[in-house]
């Protein structure tokens, strides 16, 4: 069975994007010497699915000119109405759709990105791993990664440059 992988950056603070929804602190990091795993991650994938801010930051801000994920199969959860040149749109209750996409044959699914598409995929249950780049800023406000009472176990850690990449799976109770 597929898995859900939660696969991005946070701060130091837990925190995903700034106050304002942005993600330009990452890019003191965008020219390291190592990719942080990403290749090795991306080989084991063959769907991104994203929200739709998400999804407009990444065609509008970081990457207008090429689109990034060239290969997989795109979804994004929106309540937005209107193309999706890169993308096709999840209708209905996104946990139904992540539940079903796991049971169809493949690679493992990256949840790429969204407070809004990982919070609904956290309370039901369908995040089999977080797979995240801790970087060493912090932000002291924002767009939290965890709602407050979220339980998970660390099962591995890497250091690579000034960055730690951890590996947690949720304690189902």
């Known amino acids: 069975m597929r898995k859900a992988v939660a696969y991005l950056a946070v701060s130091l603070d837990g925190f995903i994007a700034d106050r304002d929804g942005g993600v330009d602190w990452l890019d003191d990091f965008a020219d390291a010497q190592e990719d942080g795993g990403y290749e090795a991650f991306v080989q084991g994938v063959d769907t991104v699915v994203m929200g739709g801010r998400t999804y407009r930051q990444v065609t509008e801000t970081l990457s207008p000119d090429v689109w990034p994920h060239a290969g997989l199969d795109c979804w994004v959860w929106t309540h937005d109405s209107g193309p999706l040149p890169h993308a096709q749109c999840i209708e209905g209750d996104f946990a139904e759709w992540l539940r079903a996409q796991k049971r169809k044959h493949g ?3 990256w949840l ?4 809004e598409l990982l919070a609904a995929a956290a309370a039901a249950g369908e995040i089999d791993r977080w797979h995240l780049t801790v970087l060493p800023v912090l932000l002291s406000g924002g767009i939290r990664l965890f709602p407050e009472g979220e ?7 890497r250091q690579s440059g000034g960055m730690a990449e951890l590996v947690y799976e949720p304690v189902r109770l």
């Open 107 to 109: 690679k493992d699914i």
């Open 151 to 157: 339980i998970q176990r660390l099962v591995s850690v």
């Open 112 to 115: 790429c990105g969204g407070a």
